[in-house]
């Protein structure tokens, strides 16, 4: 046979095989392809899934820790009295001061019940000198400058400061751009993984129908004919098995938005999906994504394989 393109290349198949195709569903190779490729897109939107969840708890975290602050009033020798005294001054140029929303003491069991994790409950705490803690709400629409305010509680009263929480919004950011390109990098992994795995069964389903392709030629089939067959079988299975992967990771954190145990995950399922307009149409536009790319993937990494196969097969023989 001929090494090189034969004639005839755009030529339709027998009329035998007229809207029929060489790969039966029930191809065993096939069938492994569509079961590994759904549970790589399943993979791919549950990491996806995940991954806006996780940006979203991230950022109402950051919200609230930047509209919040705290000032902390160290005991010092000062007797108790004394103590109240500075922390009615600060809580009063605090109420003072524009750009704050509201502001709240909390009392020596809330100071001992946020040391406790660390300190445990022995009666260690009862002889350390607790400071005193002020809890601060800013306007998020016009916050107070904290920088200036701190200046300002460190001038006026002696002991005191104000924290505005910045090394922690700080490492959360960074820990939030980590996740994400950690999600790029799995999702890249999968693509490249999905194509390999294509390329494997197109080679797989034409050397299990080497005799049935080579009939085809002698009958007067040429290489683009059995290639469409091919194409055809592996882009709609390609696209079946992605639409199913994804359809199985939309239930599943449908079924987390209403059961899962932990209040957190349930909002945070919830409004990926229905809640949050703007975050569920990105979960649902990043999906359709991933079914895309995966029957793309699979008619590409389809066409490639069957052309070379077929040109190395009939070139041996």
């Known amino acids: 046979m001929n090494a090189g393109k034969p ?5 339709a198949g027998p009329p035998v095989f007229a809207g029929r195709n060489i790969l039966p569903r029930a191809h065993a190779p096939l069938r492994t392809f569509m079961v590994a490729m759904t549970v790589m897109c399943f993979l791919a939107a549950m990491a996806a899934g995940g991954m806006f969840m996780t940006w979203q708890a991230i950022d109402n975290w950051k919200a609230g820790v930047v509209s919040e602050a705290t000032a902390q009033i160290l005991p010092l020798d000062d007797s108790p009295e004394e103590v109240r005294k500075r922390v009615d001054e600060v809580v ?22 946020l040391l406790k ?9 009862d002889d350390l000198p607790i400071p005193r803690l002020v809890a601060i709400t800013l306007d998020r629409k016009k916050p107070a400058n904290i920088e200036a305010l701190d200046g300002l509680i460190r001038v006026k009263v002696r002991g005191a400061r104000v924290d505005a929480h910045g090394h922690w919004v700080l490492q959360l950011s ?13 999702l890249a992994g999968i693509a490249i993984a999905a194509a390999i795995l294509v390329a494997w069964a197109a080679r797989a389903a034409l050397e299990s129908n080497r005799e049935t392709i080579e009939v085809l030629h002698l009958v007067g089939a040429r290489d ?25 990771a939309f239930l599943i ?6 059961i899962a145990p932990s209040e957190g995950i349930r909002e945070g399922a919830w409004n990926m999906l229905f809640g949050d307009r703007q975050l569920a149409l990105r979960t649902y536009a990043t999906w359709a994504i991933v079914v895309i790319v995966a029957t793309m993937i699979s008619l590409a990494s389809a066409r490639t394989a069957v052309i070379r196969i077929l040109q190395n097969m009939f070139r041996q023989g």
């Open 7 to 11: 004639s005839g290349w755009g030529r």
């Open 92 to 113: 009063r140029l605090l109420r003072g001061t524009e750009g704050i929303r509201s502001v709240r003491v909390l009392s020596m069991d809330e100071n001992r019940d």
């Open 117 to 125: 994790p660390w300190l445990g409950r022995a009666g260690l705490l």
């Open 174 to 186: 960074d820990m939030a751009r980590t996740a994400g390109w950690l999600g790029v990098a799995i």
């Open 224 to 248: 683009r004919f059995i290639a469409r067959q091919v194409e055809k079988r592996f882009l709609r299975a390609g696209f079946v098995s992605a639409l199913a992967g994804v359809v199985v």
């Open 253 to 258: 954190f449908a079924l987390l938005a209403f």
